[in-house]
T-cell receptor, first 111, second 116 residues
């Protein structure tokens, strides 16, 4: 079973609206959780990195939250833009440096 | 800095041929990662080096795959012999610290490999 589960698998939102992506994990012992944005045909780009002690981290219109107790993270996109259309990947690393990957959420922002 | 550089960007080869993918990490970065991405399996870590030494190669699919990092500025991923199921996009990424640290990983543009 995958140790990192993302939901939804895909979503379509109107430009200007907000949306929230979910990442649940079972990785233990936990070291850090990363959110990446991947545009079609390009490599992933790091959005946020959070450790156990961090509850929230922002990068422009992207805000990630982490609840290490429930092993859940979310990525909130505020006032979406067409350029936010991409795949968003959650990656969790354990204390020994082992990376576990979510399958990604495909976001489509429509005018 | 030019970022992580990968070559070639596209490679089409026939089954059974040897394929070599190349990566130049960002200068000063100590860790280098090779990833594979397919529609079916998503993003997977193949191998990761720190200070030119392989730290975790548990993701390397089988003996047909090998990776080297002869110096801090160059790494290769070799597939010999290649098979159609190896068709994927292969990414290289580099970062300053270890995987369990919080340094940003910077990805290259990827090599799209097609094995016929």
């Amino acid at each position: 079973k995958n140790q990192v589960e993302q939901s939804p698998q895909s979503l379509i939102i109107l430009e200007g609206k907000n949306c929230t992506l979910q990442c649940n994990y079972t990785v233990s012992p936990f070291s850090n959780l990363r959110w990446y944005k991947q545009d079609t045909g390009r490599g992933p780009v790091s959005l946020t990195i959070m450790t156990f002690s961090e509850n929230t981290k922002s990068n422009g219109r992207y805000t990630a939250t982490l609840d290490a107790d429930t092993k859940q993270s979310s990525l909130h996109i505020t006032a979406s833009q067409l350029s936010d259309s991409a795949s968003y990947i959650c990656v969790v690393t354990d204390s020994w440096g082992k990376l576990q990957f979510g399958a990604g959420t495909q976001v489509v922002v429509t005018p | 800095d030019a970022g992580v550089i990968q070559s070639p960007r596209h490679e089409v080869t026939e089954m059974g041929q040897e394929v070599t993918l190349r990566c130049k990490p960002i200068s000063g970065h100590n860790s280098l990662f090779w990833y594979r991405q397919t529609m079916m399996r998503g993003l997977e870590l193949l191998i990761y080096f720190n200070n030119n030494v392989p730290i975790d190669d548990s993701g390397m699919p089988e003996d047909r795959f090998s990776a080297k990092m002869p110096n801090a500025s160059f790494s290769t991923l070799k597939i010999q012999p290649s098979e159609p199921r190896d068709s994927a996009v292969y990414f290289c990424a580099s970062t300053f610290g270890l995987a369990e640290h919080t340094d940003t990983q910077y990805f290259g543009p990827g090599t799209r490999l097609t094995v016929l």
